[in-house]
């Protein structure tokens, strides 16, 4: 019954790999996004979805690419890892866009080594 | 583009003491404001959160923040902290965007 979730949990990889994060949301909301937050806790939008078309696109390498099969899913695909990619990216939803709270996900630990 | 600014990084404070969070925004809109708080390895969990009407807002675990719009300030309170309590504290603003702070880590002493 968890409300946001993210798979997987942990994940380390090499250099040069592409992987993905998988986010699923069972709250029935319109709006979904993922959050990177670096290694001093700082928090940065990436994405958002709203009923699965993209509204907005930060400015993030083009290696990552946001998929979002259908309105409880928004999956992140990360081409050519990096070591700067390191980070806990976390995946969040919201019913709608600006008034109401997003709900988090656990996140995701990337490591790139 | 709002932005939101988080004065303290850290904040000590023992056991049954007063706390307060600061939090300053900078918006030329209407904004929504919030608290999150992150415990080690987990997800945001929301605290608390201002949409509109009364300035004052009480959230979950005896918080409270007031919404002071002429000083653009969202400030976190709590009478008496728990050892439970410590943890990141994430004030943010949105407009359609969530911009969060850089967080302030309140660590509550015995």
């Known amino acids: 019954d968890t409300a946001v979730s993210q798979t997987p949990k942990y994940l380390v990889t090499q250099m040069g790999n592409d992987k993905s994060i998988k986010c699923e949301q069972n709250?029935?909301?319109?709006?979904m996004y993922w959050y990177k937050q670096d290694s001093k806790k700082f928090l940065k939008i990436m994405f958002s979805?709203?009923?699965?078309?993209?509204?907005i696109n930060e400015t993030v390498p083009n290696r990552f690419s946001p998929k979002s099969p259908d309105k409880a899913h928004l999956n992140l695909h990360i081409n050519s890892l990096e070591l700067g990619d390191s980070a806990v990216y976390f995946c969040?939803?919201?019913?709608?866009?600006?008034?109401?709270?997003?709900?988090f996900g656990q996140g995701t630990r990337l490591t790139v080594v | 583009a709002q932005s939101v600014t988080q004065l303290d990084s850290q904040v000590p404070v023992f056991e049954e003491a007063p706390v307060e969070l600061r939090c300053n925004y900078s918006?030329?809109?209407?904004?929504?404001l919030f608290w999150y708080v992150q415990y080690p390895n987990q997800g945001l969990q929301l605290l608390l959160k201002?949409?509109?009407?009364?300035?004052l807002v009480k959230g979950i675990n005896g918080f409270e923040a007031e919404f002071n719009k002429s000083q653009t300030s969202f400030h976190l309170r709590k009478p008496s902290v728990h050892i439970s309590d410590t943890a990141e504290y994430f004030c943010?603003?949105?407009?359609?965007?969530?911009?969060f702070g850089s967080g302030t880590k309140l660590n509550v002493k015995p």
């Open positions: 979805y709203n009923n699965k078309e993209l509204i």
């Open positions: 969040a939803s919201s019913p709608g866009i600006g008034n109401s709270e997003a709900f």
């Open positions: 943010a603003v949105s407009d359609g965007k969530f911009y």
């Open positions: 201002y949409l509109s009407g009364s300035t």
């Open positions: 709250l029935g909301h319109d709006t």
């Open positions: 918006s030329s809109v209407s904004v929504y």
